[in-house]
């Protein structure tokens, strides 16, 4: 590998202590410090200069100061001369801020990806986004990657024979047909439209799910009322057992409790892009670790090697909708 250093923020430290682990390179520690007008200052306590310099930082709650913390992250990187500045944001938040769809409403997706640039951040390295158009707010490239070959990997380990993969919405529906594609079983969707940021109504599911072992895939899960919701119109159509999956486990508030008070469903399964407290954790909850590929996409943007390429059980036709 080329000359390299990677920090971590305060957001996920065991995250990136396992990322560092399967690079087989040091985390250097970054000090954050919080003035009494609460104001944040980083210091990178390991030399920049001249290297190709990752940082490490998830932005999960709070958001605001792990973002900032990211920024001025990237400008403290920047001002020691660094050759190149990648930001590895496993889960970005702002994502979900990526269309005009009321007067006057801001595009919170678009103006991160600017304040990242700004920052000094010459490329991005992320995890399944919330809609591909986000991929094209920002001005620097970005190596998009998504979970689905952990995933698949975990569901494989069951009969599949009677399963069959569901989409809470349509707009989810590609990631859902090509993960069902890797499993060999067929898909279906859910007709949703959402009322709010925590309330949702599902009108149909779409497809077969009678008598049937239900996957729900989605990307992400945060307050776990599309879930819930879903979960009642499978039961109605005769699902036989429920398990949910997803790229990135927001849980807020209690919504790992709720989900697992479900007596119906089995399982949920999410990938460690965010840190779940260890008082939150319950027993249906399965955590599948990411550092992996995260650390194979640093490894190949250091040596100057296709990061598409880890893809490559993916047809070309699927490529667009997987990454």
Known sequence: MNQIAVFGGSAH?????????????????????????????VQLQANCREQDVFLIQTLSAPVQDHLVELLLMADAARGASAARI?????????????????????LGGRLVADLLATAGVNRVLTMTLHSPQVHGFFSVPVDHLHALSELAAYFQRY?????????????????????????????????????????????????????????????????????????????????RSIRIACTHGIFAGSALQRLAAQPDLSEIVCTNTLPIAPDRVVDKL??????????????????????????????????????
């Open 13 to 41: 430290p065991q995250l990136a202590a396992e990322i560092c682990t399967q690079l087989g390179v040091p985390l250097h520690p970054t000090m954050v410090k919080r003035f009494s007008n609460d104001c944040l200052e």
């Open 159 to 239: 009969d599949l024979s009677n399963a069959v993969v569901v989409s809470p919405d349509l707009g989810n529906a590609k990631s859902a047909a090509v993960f069902a594609k890797r499993l060999g079983t067929p898909v279906a969707a859910g007709a949703k439209e959402r009322i709010s940021d925590t309330q949702v109504r599902i009108s149909a599911i779409i497809g077969e799910v009678s008598g049937r072992d239900v996957i729900v895939l989605d990307d992400e899960i945060a307050s776990g009322g599309s879930m819930i919701e879903l979960m009642a119109h499978l039961r109605v159509n005769g699902a």
């Open 86 to 106: 990648t930001a590895v944001i496993p889960h970005y938040s702002y994502a979900r801020s990526d269309k005009k769809d009321a007067p006057r409403i801001s």
């Open 286 to 323: 399965t955590v599948l670790s990411v550092a992996p590929a995260l650390a194979e996409a640093m490894r190949r943007i250091n040596s100057g090697e296709s990061v598409s390429a880890i893809f490559h059980d993916v047809p070309l036709s699927d490529r667009a909708a997987a990454e």
